[in-house]
C-alpha cells in the first residue's frame, strides 16, 4: 500500500475544504474533534469517536509537536484505506496540555490505514523541510483562506519519499560518553539515566566505542564466577569491591565495544531492524560518516513502525 504515495505531492493527500482557517478555539482536544468531524464529511473516515479517541491516545502518550508552533498529531484506523490529511491553523495559537509556552499555530492531521506501516513516516519527512523553519507557522497561520494555505503545501514541492529513512525516526542523542571518560563516569551516567549502553565519541564526535551494563556486570564478574555452584565467598558483593576502587583509573577504552549496531543516516529505516536483530542489540547509532548524529531504540522503532 506504501508504494501507491512514492513520489506523490503532499498537497495531493488533501483539499481546500479539509482546511479550517484561523479557529478561534485554542483548547487542543476541541481543536482535533472539530477537525475530524470535517474529515468525516469530506473523506469518510468511519466513526468519529473513534478516530477521535486514537488520535488522543497517541497524542497523551507522545505528544507530537514537530516544530515551532507545529503539530503533527495522527492515529492509524481500521476504518480508512488511504491516507487522510487535514489542516488547521490558528493565530490564537492552540494550546497543548503541560505545554503553554508552545502555542501551535498550524496543526496538520493525518490518519493513516492500521495495515499501513511507516505511510505516517513518509508524510512527516515530506514536511521535514518547513517544520525546520521558525517562520513556517506564523506564515501559514495569516493565510486567510483554505486555498492560499492548500497553495503554500503545493508550490514547495513536498514529496513523499519513497521508503523512510534512517534519520526520519532517530532521536538525538541526549547522553554520551568521552574517550577520556573513566568507568566511574559511565556508572553514574548509568545510573542517573537509567540507560542499557552508552555511546563513547572522540574529539571529533566520531564514534568509536559503545559501553553496555551488561558489559560493565561482565567486568564485575570474573568468568569464574559464572562457573561457581557456591556463591557463599561473594554474598556480600566482593567482586564489586575491587571495582569501585579502581573506577576512577579504568578507562572507558578498557572496556568498550567495538562492535555495535550502526546505520548511516541516510540508509532505509529498514536497515535499522536489521542492524538491531544482527546485533542483539537494544540501540542502534545513526552516523553521519563516522560522526554520532542520532540513536533508534528497539523500543522506538517498534513504535514508530508499528503503532505510529
Known amino acids: 500500500m506504501n508504494d501507491h504515495y512514492n513520489g506523490i505531492e503532499f498537497s495531493h493527500l488533501f483539499t481546500a475544504a479539509q482546511v479550517i482557517c484561523q479557529i478561534e478555539q485554542t483548547d487542543r482536544d476541541g481543536v482535533i474533534l472539530e477537525l475530524l468531524r470535517l474529515l468525516a464529511l469530506e473523506r469518510g473516515i468511519g466513526n468519529v469517536n473513534d478516530a477521535y479517541e486514537a488520535v488522543l491516545e497517541r497524542e497523551n502518550s507522545f505528544p507530537t509537536i514537530v516544530g515551532s508552533g507545529i503539530a503533527m498529531p495522527h492515529a492509524r484506523l481500521e476504518a480508512i484505506n ?38 505516517y513516516l513518509q508524510a512527516m519527512s515530506s514536511l521535514a523541510k518547513i517544520c525546520q523553519d521558525p517562520e513556517t507557522a506564523n506564515a501559514v ?92 565467598p561473594i554474598l556480600n558483593f566482593e567482586p564489586f569491591l575491587e571495582v569501585l576502587r579502581n573506577e576512577s583509573k579504568t578507562w572507558l577504552t578498557e572496556i568498550m565495544a567495538s562492535e555495535f549496531a550502526t546505520v548511516a543516516e541516510d540508509a532505509p529505516a529498514i536497515q535499522i531492524a536489521k542492524e538491531l536483530t544482527r546485533h542483539n542489540a537494544d540501540n542502534a547509532y545513526v552516523l553521519r560518516g563516522k560522526q554520532l548524529v542520532g540513536v533508534v531504540s528497539l523500543e522506538g522503532f517498534l513504535r514508530k513502525v508499528l503503532r505510529d
Open 82 to 119: 488511504d491516507l487522510v490529511v487535514g489542516v488547521i491553523t490558528s493565530q490564537k495559537g492552540i494550546i497543548y496540555p503541560n505545554k503553554p509556552d508552545n502555542p501551535i499555530k498550524l496543526m496538520i492531521l493525518t490518519l493513516a490505514p492500521k495495515t499501513a506501516p511507516g505511510l
Open 141 to 232: 497561520s495569516n493565510l486567510g483562506s483554505g486555498e492560499e494555505i492548500w497553495k503554500f503545501f503545493d508550490r514547495n514541492g513536498l514529496v513523499l519519499p519513497n521508503y523512510v529513512l534512517a534519520c526520519d525516526i532517530m532521536d538525538p542523542v541526549q547522553v554520551k560518553l568521552h574517550e577520556d571518560d573513566t568507568l566511574e563516569q559511565a556508572i553514574d551516567l548509568f545510573v542517573r539515566y537509567g540507560r542499557i549502553d552508552l555511546p563513547v565519541v572522540d574529539k571529533e564526535e566520531e564514534l568509536i566505542g559503545v559501553v553496555s551494563t551488561y558489559e560493565l556486570l561482565r567486568v564485575c564478574l570474573p568468568d569464574y564466577i559464572l562457573w561457581m555452584d557456591d556463591l557463599t
